[in-house]
């Protein structure tokens, strides 16, 4: 349900405003699927951890990697858009 009420205060909008002035310069916009696992998966070994509370401020992984988890799901995103670019 909440997906919908942000949906209907005009985020909605701002992403087709975004898509249209994207779409202006050039550019293009890349939705990611939205059950890809960003915030679980690892940016530096690709990892999917079973279980991340969402208290868990800070990503740490057995292969060495510690970042702040919006960084660390921030690059997957980014990764994951570039791969479906290429695809």
Same mark, same amino acid.
């Given at each position: 349900?909440?997906?919908? %009420?942000?949906?209907?205060?005009? =985020?909605?909008?701002? +992403?087709?405003?975004? $898509? =249209? /002035?994207? &779409?202006? /310069?050039? @550019? /293009? ?9 960003? %915030?679980?998966?690892?940016? !530096?070994?690709?990892? *999917?951890? @079973?279980?991340? !509370?969402? %208290? #868990? +401020?800070? =990503? ?8 702040? +988890? $919006?960084?660390? &799901?921030? *690059?997957? *995103? +980014?990764? #994951? &858009? ?6």
């Amino acid at each position: 349900h909440f997906g919908k %009420s942000v949906q209907d205060n005009g =985020y909605g909008m701002f +992403r087709e405003m975004l $898509d =249209y /002035k994207l &779409a202006w /310069k050039g @550019k /293009k916009m890349v939705k990611v699927d939205r059950f890809f696992p960003s %915030s679980k998966k690892c940016c !530096k070994c690709g990892r *999917i951890k @079973k279980e991340l !509370k969402l %208290s #868990e +401020r800070v =990503y740490h992984c057995v292969c060495g990697n510690k970042m702040d +988890r $919006d960084r660390n &799901a921030a *690059i997957n *995103i +980014r990764e #994951e &858009a570039r791969r479906m670019l290429t695809a």
